[in-house]
């Protein structure tokens, strides 16, 4: 039988002196893998499951200096592109092109890129080899009341993994935060709970069927894992993504608060967090087909109206 310190995660990011994912100075892990598809995600490397090649032009220097991944790759898959300006020099230089269709994310390519242009999103970690590289910043956590933050992608997608990850944690006097989209099976909510000390926990839409035409999949897991976790002493703190022409109307912000006021004490802060475009070059760099969602970001006074609409539920709110 497998140790838990012996299972493997996917990871595809570690983020220090992180201070957005719960109290303190923090690190946090995101998981690849998530079952939601978000038109607008600022992550979107993390919705696979599986590891992906990443090609990021900026920090191409040329085939006319460089070119060995043409050669790296035995399935044809990278080929010369078009011609740019070096960023750094200013002076002409051909990309490379990677056909999406021949690559099948091997990463021999990235092994000849040593200015770090393509790179494989995704690598496999074993528990205590994660636990060992989080630990080295636990004087950070204690001076600050900071700690560690598992996210995603959806972390719970990865259940024995996360499991283990965070029992490790509570063994060395972590303070640990779990950012969730809430679908997922609440028997994965209940063996993580002992080990979690505040959920950071995504709500898009009040309406199922608009979340579901949207996001593609229904709500009533989500609502209903929330409520479960405030009955069983869970803290909560609540994230809205602020989404122009999907969830910013006066109406469905008044019915988040109304849920939100209904979970109790459970519920220490409320986020707004506004629309960004910063994901936009991300989908870029896997897929020569990125389907994005693109719109200008709400305005300071919607923003505002917004934050007082759930301010009269009694409900401390932050826009981050």
């Known amino acids: 039988m497998m140790k838990e310190s012996d299972l493997t995660g996917k990871v595809y990011d570690i983020q220090g002196f992180s201070v957005q994912d719960g109290p303190g100075i ?56 078009e011609s740019t300006e070096s960023i750094g020099t200013g002076e002409k230089i051909k990309l490379v092109h990677v056909n999406r269709s021949l690559c099948d994310d091997c990463g021999d390519c990235t092994k000849a890129c040593y200015p770090g242009g393509l790179s494989i999103c995704g690598e496999d970690y074993q528990v205590d080899d994660l636990l060992k590289r989080l630990c080295r910043d636990i004087p950070f956590y204690k001076q600050s009341g900071g700690g560690v933050t598992v996210s995603g992608g959806e972390a719970l997608s990865q259940p024995e ?69 405030a009955r069983a002493g869970g803290k909560l703190q609540i994230r809205i993504p602020i989404i122009p022409s999907f969830n910013d109307s006066e109406e469905n912000l008044r019915l988040t608060g109304e849920f939100c006021k209904a979970l109790g004490d459970a519920v220490t802060l409320v986020q707004i967090l506004p629309y960004h475009n910063m994901g936009v070059a991300k989908y870029l760099r896997i897929s020569d087909d990125p389907k994005i969602f693109e719109t200008e970001p709400p305005t300071e006074e919607k923003i505002q109206n917004l934050k007082e609409i759930l301010e009269s539920f009694v409900l401390k709110v932050t826009v981050h």
Request: proline share 4%.
């Open 161 to 229: 993994f996360i499991l283990a990850l965070l029992k490790g944690l509570k063994e060395q006097g972590v303070h640990t935060a779990l950012d969730t989209t809430g679908f997922t099976d609440f028997k994965n909510i209940v063996a993580v709970l002992p080990y979690v000390d505040l959920f950071l926990y995504d709500l898009k839409h009040m309406d199922s069927q608009q979340h579901k035409k949207v996001i593609g999949v229904p709500n009533e897991r989500i609502l209903e894992n929330a409520k479960k976790i």
């Open 26 to 81: 923090r690190t946090t892990v995101f998981l690849k893998g998530c079952p939601l598809r978000c038109p607008w995600c600022h992550s979107p490397e993390s919705q696979s499951f599986a590891s992906q090649l990443s090609w990021m032009a900026m920090r191409c220097i040329g085939v006319e200096k460089c070119g060995k991944c043409l050669t790296a790759c035995k399935k044809g898959a990278i080929t010369v592109g």
